[in-house]
């Protein structure tokens, strides 16, 4: 573990290169500091605990998935995001939805990460509560994200509005936690089994 694998490259320069691309011009350099800190989060987070707590390849993998989320709404601003305006011509929309997706992953990528710890440090001895409890925390966290944009805006006014996303939505709030409620439920109910293996492949590797 001392070194980094081929496949920590590939995921370190992958990320680099999406964060490149999204530092580059963005739309809003404000927003985009506030939509792309939880993917700097990540990396550091990462980083420091590469050696003594490395993770499964399928939460490294989903860590990047919603960090490349993150940037791209960091480039363009949740609200503004062109494939999905593309979208919602598509389907006669008049809301361009990216921040969903955002909210989505918020559950669902989490849920792995929180799954991974609860499990590995033996938190939870009763594996009956671990889907219940996973997504518990999942849904604190949508809730506490969701008081975070409202400090924001309190804080900067109308220059929150592409931070907020919520394009005159009354119950954007409600549906962020919602849909970060759903990728949780999905994660846990899709994933588990997949993510059971890979934590005892690491585990196996670990004590050798």
Not at 61 to 80: D, F, K
Not at 81 to 96: C, H, I, T, Y
Not at 122 to 146: H, P
Not at 181 to 198: E, F, K
Request: aromatic content about 12%; some cysteine.
């Amino acid at each position: 573990m001392s070194s980094l694998t081929k496949g920590a490259i590939v995921w370190l320069l992958l990320f680099l290169a999406v964060l490149l691309w999204s530092a580059t011009n963005p739309l809003d350099r404000f927003i985009w500091w506030l939509e792309v800190a939880p993917a700097l989060l990540y990396l550091l987070v990462l980083a420091a605990t590469r050696q003594r707590f490395p993770l499964t390849s399928l939460t490294y993998s989903l860590i990047l998935v919603h960090s490349i989320i993150l940037m791209v709404g960091g480039h363009y601003t949740y609200a503004e995001v062109p494939l999905f305006d593309s979208l919602a011509e598509l389907f006669g929309s008049q809301r361009n939805d990216y921040d969903k997706l955002g909210h989505f992953a918020q559950g669902f990528v989490p849920a792995i990460i929180a799954r991974e710890i609860l499990i590995r440090v033996d938190v939870v001895r009763k594996r009956g509560w671990l889907d219940f409890l996973v997504v518990n925390i999942c849904l604190a966290i949508s809730a506490f994200y969701e008081l975070i944009e409202w400090w924001v805006a309190v804080a900067s006014g109308t220059a929150a509005d592409a931070f907020l996303g919520t394009q005159g939505y009354e119950w954007d709030t409600q549906a962020d936690m919602a849909t970060a409620l759903l990728g949780a439920i999905l994660a846990v109910s899709l994933l588990g089994r997949l993510h059971d293996r890979q934590i005892g492949t690491l585990q196996r590797q670990i004590k050798h």
